[in-house]
Structures are given as C-alpha cells and as structure tokens.
C-alpha cells in the first residue's frame, strides 16, 4: 500500500486557487466543508475549533474559526488577511488563498489571485449576479486568473433549480463578455448540506457536470505559465572559486517564460550582449531543457558581464524595454497614491526608482465603469496609470505573461509594499 | 491530461523554494540559516545547497541550543556541517540564563522553549544578521497560515500581523530600514506531508530519532515525553520503556513522542497518511492557550 501510495503521491500537480467572499455567502463554510469532507482536518484542529465555538457560546461547530488564525479576526469573526490552506486528495495538491471578501479587502483579494491558477467566485442562489460578484470578476480578470469556477451556491433555497441555475448561469455569461477569463466553469452547490461539493448532489439529478471538487482535480493547467517568450531574469551569479570549479560562473534565476535549450542564442539586456547557452545546470546535472517556473542556472559560452537585474532572452524574440510604462495599479496603502510622487519599484529581479506621471482614470469595481473625474487614488482602488522609471524595465503585457509583466511599488520612507501593477496591452511609449 | 511542461507539486515547491533562497542571499548583506536539527530545517539546508551549487552555502547556519538536546540531533548537526563545508554558529540559551537574559521556567512543566526567543534576539543581534531563513510552514498552525515567506521585524524582532506587507506574485520585497531584520519561510507552501515525500524523493539523511527505537519514556496528559536528567516527574508518572520515534524534534521538554514501529521513510508516510492528529498536536507549547504560536510570533519566535 505505501509504496502505491508514494508512487502516486510523487506524480500529483499543484493547483493554487482563491476563494472570496463575505461573512454571509457561506464561503467558511465552503471550504470547511472542501477540507472535512476530504478528510484534511485533523482531530486535535477540530477538538481546538470545538473548544473555541462552546467557549463563544456558538450552538454549532463554527468551521470559520478554522480559516480566522489571528486572535483580532477571532475576536471580530471576520478574516482580515490572506490565509493560506492546504489539502490534498490522491490526484492534486490544492493551495487556497482563503481572501475577505469585502471592498475594503480588495488589496487583499488582488494579493490572493496574483498566484492563482483557479478563481472560486461564489453566487447566492437567491441574489443572482451582484456588486460583490461584479467586484471578485473583475479582480480575477484584472490578474488573469486562468480558470474561473462559479460556484451557485445555497441551491437548497432555491429548491434546487435548475430554472433558477440557469438564470443566473445566463445572467452571468452577458456580464462576463466585458471581461478577459480564459475559462469558466459553472457549478450549482449548497455548501452546508454538501451538494456537489465532494460528493454529486442527489437533489440536482439535472446537473451532469463534475462536482466542485472534480472540477478542482481536472482543470487543466500545464499551460498556465507563458511558454512561447524565452526570459530568463538573473536572480544570483553562482562563483564557487573553488578548486574544481575554479572558472565556473552560472547565472541563476527561475525561468519567467518560454522554454530555454542549450545552444540558444540569447541577448543579454540591458547590454544587449549576445552569447549562447553552454549548459542549464542543476544540483543533480545539466538538463536538455528548462521552461516557466523552474529554477536552474545557466553557463553561457562567452564570458561576458551579467548581473542581477539582467534579463537573458532568446535573440529573436525580444520584450518590451522602455522607462515609460502603462499599468493598471492597485493601491494597497492608507496614504494615498501621489502624482508626480517618487517610488521604489521592484520588476522581476530588477530594482528602479519610478514617478507617478499620469492618472489616467480610475475603475469602479463594482460596475466597471471608467471614473474620470475623481483622480485621487486611495487604498483598494484600481487606477490606470503611467509611470516613467530611471532605468528601462524589460517586460511583457500582463496579460501575455503574469511575471514579466507584474511590478511593485514601494514608499521609500517606510519600505513598504504601497502598490501594485499591470502592465497593460496597448502599445507602450 | 499533462502537458510535456507540467511540473509534479514537488518539483514546483522544490523551484519556489529555491527562488525564495536565492533571493535572501541577493537581496540582504548578511542572512542565516536557522538550523535546529529536525526535518524541516534539514531539508531546508538541503534546498539551500541545491541553489548554490557548485559553490557552498553563502550563509552560516545558526543552532539556537536550549541545551536540552536529543544527543543524535547533535551527532547529526556536526556531520552535516562537515559534509556541507558550511559555518555554523551555536547560539547557547545556557549562556542567555547565565548572563542574566533570562530566568529558567520553574516547575514541572518547565521548557527552555520560550526563552529561546531571547537568545535568537540576542545572536541576530550580534552578528548583525538581517535575514533568519527558518523552516516553518503555514500548514503548522493557523497563525502561521498568514505568514508572509517575508515576514518583516521592527528593532525589537518583533511580528506585527496586523500590519503586514502585501506579498503579491513571486516579487519579494526585502527593503528595511537600520537595525530591523527578516524572518524568512521559504517552504512556506509545503505541507508535513511534502516535507516527507520529498526527504524520500530525495533520499535525504536524517537523525536516527526519527525512526524507531526503543526509549524511556512517560506520559504527561496524554504525551509521550522522553526520559532526560532535567526532566522531573509528576505525582502517578513513571517511566516506562516504549517503542517510540519523533515526528519533530525541539527541544526534550516539550517534543512528543508517537508510539510507532516505523523504521523506513516509507513506513512513516504510511504512518502520516492514516493519522488524524497534526504533528504540533503533540508539542505542549502549542496548547498553552488558543493563540499560543502568534503570541510567541510577536514577541519574536522562530
């Protein structure tokens, strides 16, 4: 039995997803029932929950105190931050970036789905598509989460039908056609009574498709990183200066896109020295190939200057360099965003100094809408915005690559992380 | 159906990690590893030599020594070290208490556990490190579970979860000011399950504690805890000699014992996949109170 099991457990994938949701559309009680149901809470969480819950005077085992880790979100019943779950069934490992649902969470949704490979987006049954549905959608188009599930969830109150699933179903798909989702999925549930959760539902004899879970196990995601445009941002140049490797150099990075081979001819940027790839080097040798997201080293034939910072690319297929950048922000701080402000900004392993030149307008989550005439940009909201850097960046619009083409700004008083951008697809100065 | 270019979990976690280890050492002047002797921080320094090869570890390892110690967890240490070529520091809690850092916990209870923070505080302090890779995880407890991979500390090592940064992509953002430092995870995302897959992927040795063994041992509340000259005995607790192995390993005083006969990797996985109890379930640290591990985070814990 174990060895079948390690077996299989060495061949399983990582699928990252991102729920939201508010303290009433029954998102806590979605994903204690994802990890009851198979069977990733242990007896000692589940005495400590029970503990909690009868000390509160609860009537029922509260599963939310399972995702609320700080005492303050304990305290308040709400969860403030990300946090992050983990469970496993014999065919995937699953990530959840468990996120607050609400406006004033949204720099806490946007942290959520920038990792993502799925989106869970739930609908209440009896409500249909609202502002807040609005408002996840966007999030998870904004940071091009490839898979979208719609969960519609408390069926049970709607009598289990399908009229009703389909409406919504419908009412969805018109709104959906303004935003960029790669795939969506479409699921009806009740997470309380656990109907298509884990198990199908034998209330909905009419929906044939998989349930939650299965949809989680079978999503297709070898192709969620970019591997068309070879880059290769050097992270850390490896110099053993030792005996056997006494005139090795190898450059170190994680592969941000494409698929690199030995023998390519590359272009080192910002020099834009070229060389070829000697070897791709790992602890356990050199390999035939290396492609997004894996970490190697590379020997080049040529012993020519590169630093951290620098960006390796395949010759004929160059990225984007310029100092004037189109992003959509997303501003995660309490003061304000300021025009004509100074940032630190960190891209790929790339570390500049930006300023804040133009708002051009700011969205409203929870319509879409373009808002011209309000320009200043406060926390949880999402502007376009231009931004001129001290040196080039090299990159890719977001939407063709989630690392090249996503960067962070940082106050350089008190180092922190203030704001996030996209870089967007239209033509760049 | 997988693509060509679709990565096991492992692999990916394995990749993560190491871009993680590779931007602390970019990104800071002078990082550390710390290092306690049980798996985590085992396949921690494992990681971290696969970043940098050929070439050694460009940090020191750092051992906070309560000075309570399972012997083969030392045995193991000075092996690895040697092995690896690596520096390896030892801060001494001994040394914290009799300087005057810290006054030892009285009663039977006692642990050495909380005062380590003292002497961690102490020795980043003193060799000014500005970033302390540990191996924690977030599938631990559920204050780690919003644990960013880098946590910032102000002046006094010190963890505000309130006010954390937002950590957003793979853009890691170690910026600080004078005198604070980082605490970072990088097997943040890797769960007690895949820290075991990946020892047997990797053949990776480990203290023979973790495997069975015959041990004289009593039961406090329902734990195993293991014989030791500092360790005293409560009213109705004897010792007893059991077949026991560890499934972490901290410090004597507060790391349960499982019952177990399981003598390979593969016996433990088994072991693991059945059990229904989580493997801090059997740390006394933890059940001190409901927010026990984010009190201790604050105040500057591992």
């Known amino acids: ?429 | 159906m997988k693509s060509k270019f679709s990565l096991t979990h492992l692999e990916e976690l394995e990749y993560e990690s190491i871009y993680v280890i590779r931007e602390v050492a970019a990104q800071f002047e002078r990082p550390v590893l710390l290092f306690s002797g049980g798996k985590d921080s085992i396949v921690m320094t494992h990681l971290a030599m696969k970043a940098f090869w050929p070439a050694r570890l460009p940090f020191p390892l750092l051992h906070i020594d309560t000075g309570h110690n399972f012997e083969e967890t030392l045995v193991y240490r000075d092996n690895l070290v040697k092995k690896l070529g690596a520096t390896l520091i030892v801060g001494s809690v001994q040394e914290s208490i009799n300087n005057g850092r810290v006054v030892e916990e009285k009663g039977v209870n006692a642990s050495r556990n909380i005062l380590q923070t003292t002497t961690l505080l102490d020795t980043i302090e003193k060799y000014k490190f500005d970033a302390a890779m540990g191996g924690g995880r977030r599938d631990e407890e559920k204050a780690r579970a919003k644990e960013r991979f880098f946590s910032h500390r102000d002046e006094f090592g010190q963890w505000d979860p309130k006010n954390q940064r937002p950590e957003l992509w793979n853009i890691f953002n170690g910026r600080k000011n004078p005198g604070e430092h980082f605490r970072v995870f990088p097997i943040s995302n890797w769960t007690e399950m895949d820290v075991w897959q990946y020892i047997l992927k990797e053949n990776i040795e480990l203290p023979s504690i973790y495997f069975t063994h015959q041990r004289e041992v009593f039961n406090r509340d329902g734990v195993w805890l293991a014989k030791a000259p500092f360790m005293k005995l409560k009213d109705g607790e004897k010792y007893e000699t059991r077949t026991v192995r560890c499934r972490t390993i901290g410090d004597i005083s507060c790391t349960g014992l499982t019952l177990s006969a399981a003598n390979s990797l593969e016996e433990i996985i088994g072991e693991i996949a059945a059990t229904r109890v989580t493997e801090r379930g059997g740390r006394a640290d933890d059940m001190r109170s409901e927010a026990a591990m984010e009190d201790r985070k604050k105040e500057g814990y591992f």
């Open chain 1, 1 to 429: 039995m174990t060895e079948f099991s390690s077996k299989g457990y060495l061949d399983m994938e990582l699928l990252r997803f991102t729920t939201a949701g508010s303290v009433d559309d029954g998102k806590s009680t979605l994903i204690g029932r994802l990890l009851y149901d198979s069977k990733s809470i242990f007896e000692d969480q589940l005495e400590a929950v029970k503990r909690a819950s009868i000390r509160r005077g609860n009537e029922h085992i509260d599963l939310a105190l399972l995702t609320d880790g700080l005492r303050a979100e304990r305290e308040q019943g709400i969860t403030i931050d990300v946090a992050y779950r983990y469970f496993a069934t014999p065919k995937r490992k699953f990530i959840i970036a468990d996120t607050p649902g609400h406006i004033q969470y949204t720099r806490n949704m946007v942290t959520g789905a920038s990792t993502a490979n799925a989106a869970i987006i739930l609908i209440d049954g009896r409500n249909g598509v609202t502002e807040q549905t609005c408002r996840h959608s966007y999030i998870a188009s904004l940071l091009q989460i490839p898979h979208v599930i719609i969960c519609i969830n408390k069926m049970d109150l709607v009598g289990y039908s399908q009229e009703r699933y389909e409406q919504i179903k419908e009412e969805f798909g018109i709104f959906a056609r303004m935003l960029d989702i790669r795939e969506i999925t479409y699921v009806p549930i009740s997470a309380l009574y656990g109907d298509n959760v884990v198990d199908s539902s034998i209330n909905m004899p009419w929906y044939n498709g998989g349930t939650l879970l299965q949809v989680l196990e079978n999503i297709g995601i070898g192709n969620d990183h970019n591997l068309v445009d070879p880059r290769f941002p050097v992270q850390h140049v490896i110099r053993p200066l030792s005996d056997e490797y006494h005139d090795y150099r190898g450059y170190a990075g994680r592969v941000a896109g494409g698929v690199f081979f030995p023998g390519d001819k590359i272009t080192v940027l910002p020099s834009m020295l070229t060389s070829k790839i000697k070897s791709i080097d790992v602890y356990e040798g050199t390999l035939d190939e290396a492609w997004a997201p894996m970490s190697v080293a590379f020997s080049l034939e040529d012993d020519i200057d590169i630093s951290r910072g620098d960006m390796i690319v395949k010759e004929d297929n160059m990225p984007m360099v310029s100092q004037d950048i189109e992003i959509m922000m997303c501003w995660m701080n309490e003061k304000p965003m300021q025009l004509n402000g100074k940032y630190a900004v960190k891209h790929t392993t790339r570390d500049v100094r930006c300023i804040i030149k133009e708002i051009s307008y700011k969205v409203n989550v929870n319509t879409l809408e373009k808002v011209y005439d309000d320009k200043q940009v406060s926390l949880n909201d999402i502007a376009c915005v231009k931004i001129r850097t001290t040196k080039p960046l090299f990159f890719d619009p977001y939407n063709r690559n989630r690392r090249t083409g996503a960067l962070i700004i940082i106050d350089e008083a008190s180092n922190n992380t203030v704001g996030v951008g996209m870089v967007t697809d239209r033509p760049q100065a």
